[in-house]
């Protein structure tokens, strides 16, 4: 089945930091989510993209799909961010069933 | 719009017993999806539920079995619990068969003692 991989496994920042997620995938894929997964479990949808650029205020994600990574950015980085981060892709084979990586945990202080 | 629910909320078993945890989708979901997430680790697709059918199923025995509702709810069976069950587990549902963006609800976590 399809690799997915994250890196770093572990990031601590100071608040106002920023910081660059990188996800990378073994195969082809035609959609990838990104996820934050906040201290209670909550898995948080913040993008849902197959390629190109999306933004959503301090965050923008980028997908590469022809060369298989994904990068999520996080700007001015607070201490809500906190949390861990998960990249998500189907393969084209069974293309509803999400694998995910092994995410990124990142802790941001004062 | 009320987005996926999940009850209960904790739960503690003892070996051997079983369990049924349950999901209610967002409101024009039609596809449920199961997921273990075991502590430290991303979590894991169980199975998947659309026209109360299970339509995919991941590396999970036998003993792991759901069903789907008219109303696109589901639950989730664990019968003869390990101790390995022990896991927060997630409920996602989607539109269209599965074939788009998934929504998580905030999972039931399991402690099987």
């Known amino acids: 089945g399809i690799q997915v991989e994250q890196s770093p496994p572990d990031l601590i920042l100071q608040e106002g930091a920023n910081s660059t997620l990188r996800c990378n995938f073994s195969?082809?894929?035609?959609?990838l989510q990104w996820f934050h997964q906040n201290p209670w479990g909550q898995l948080i949808n913040l993008f849902y993209?197959?390629?190109g650029t999306k933004q959503n205020g301090r965050l923008s994600a980028t997908t590469v799909a022809t060369e298989r990574y994904s990068l999520l950015y996080i700007s001015s980085s607070q201490t809500t961010d906190s949390g861990v981060y998960f990249c998500?892709?189907?393969?084209?084979?069974?293309?509803?069933?999400?694998?995910f990586g092994t995410g990124t945990r990142l802790q941001v202080t004062l | 719009d009320a987005g996926v629910t999940q009850s209960p909320t904790h739960l503690i078993k003892t070996r051997g017993q079983q369990v049924t945890l349950r999901c209610s989708p967002k409101?024009?979901?039609?596809?449920v999806s199961w997921y273990q997430q075991a502590l430290g680790q991303g979590p894991q697709f169980i199975f998947q539920?659309?026209?109360?059918?299970?339509?995919q199923r991941g590396n999970f025995p036998d003993r792991f079995s759901g069903h789907q509702f008219p109303n696109y709810s589901s639950e989730l069976n664990v019968n003869a619990l390990l101790l390995g069950d022990s896991a927060l587990y997630l409920c996602?549902?989607?539109?269209?068969?599965?074939?788009?963006?998934?929504?998580f609800g905030p999972g039931t976590r399991l402690t099987v003692l």
């Open positions: 996602a549902s989607s539109r269209d068969g599965g074939y788009n963006e998934q929504f």
């Open positions: 195969d082809s894929v035609n959609n």
């Open positions: 993209i197959p390629s």
């Open positions: 998500a892709v189907p393969s084209f084979v069974t293309a509803s069933k999400l694998t």
């Open positions: 409101s024009g979901h039609d596809t």
């Open positions: 539920y659309y026209e109360e059918e299970e339509r």
